[in-house]
């Protein structure tokens, strides 16, 4: 089965230091990943996705992500932290066999940037 | 383009009572899917639909109904509300033509039943 692991429940960052937000997959077949951003009370925001190709994913808001094939991993990453990042964080793996190419989604990454 | 929207925003509920999320879309995408959000957990899918009058289940279907008329539009309908679908609810949508496209989110029901 699918699945996503978001190791971190919460990750604090000074502003203008580099981010990072964690995230494992496990698939069966080819992995299509994507990470969304929500605000509070809002709804999910896509920021970028990996399909195939270069392993360096660049998305919104300067956000990229780093996929590793070895070690199914595909971390979010930005070189410096705006107070503005602050935000829900989800890591979600596209089901190619089930239910209409649903999401599943890792349990979340609250990402907190302090001045 | 508004993108998806949905209606209402916020609502409580009593125990047994029922009511209907609107989630519409101006995108012409034939996908258009249900999930609920849950404190601390990823986004579950409840309903899924990948064209006008064709719906199916996703993971937590129990308690909930759907239909699907037009491309547009996808209702979702609970019955008698129990206190275990507390819950914030998102409708997403996205194209057909690979799975591999990202799936566009409506801002969200947050609904408590008391």
């Known amino acids: 089965a699918q699945s996503v692991a978001q190791p971190e429940d919460q990750v604090n960052v000074a502003e203008g230091n580099p981010l990072t937000v964690k995230c494992t997959y496990s698939v069966s077949g080819n992995p299509y990943l994507f990470w969304y951003v929500q605000y509070p009370n809002r709804g999910l925001q896509f920021l970028l996705k990996?399909?195939?190709?270069?392993?360096l994913v660049k998305g919104s808001y300067g956000f990229e992500a780093e996929f590793n094939k070895s070690q199914t991993s595909f971390h979010l990453k930005k070189p410096s932290a705006l107070v503005s990042d602050s935000a829900l964080y989800f890591c979600a793996v596209r089901d190619d066999y089930n239910q209409g190419g649903k999401l599943i989604f890792g349990q979340g990454t609250e990402l907190s940037v302090k001045p | 383009n508004a993108g998806v929207t949905q209606t209402p925003k916020f609502r409580i509920l009593k125990i047994g009572q029922s009511m209907t999320l609107q989630c519409t879309q101006d995108m012409n995408h034939n996908y258009m899917y249900w999930y609920r959000q849950d404190p601390g957990m990823g986004l579950k899918l409840i309903y899924y639909?990948?064209?006008?009058?064709?719906?199916d289940k996703g993971e937590v279907p129990n308690g909930y109904n759907v239909s699907r008329s037009t491309t547009e539009d996808f209702p979702l309908r609970l019955e008698l509300a129990a206190p275990s679908q507390t819950s914030v609810y998102f409708c997403a949508s996205r194209v057909t033509g690979g799975g591999y496209n990202e799936q566009f989110f409506g801002p969200g029901t947050r609904l408590t039943v008391l």
């Open positions: 639909s990948v064209g006008a009058g064709i719906t």
């Open positions: 990996y399909i195939t190709g270069d392993n």
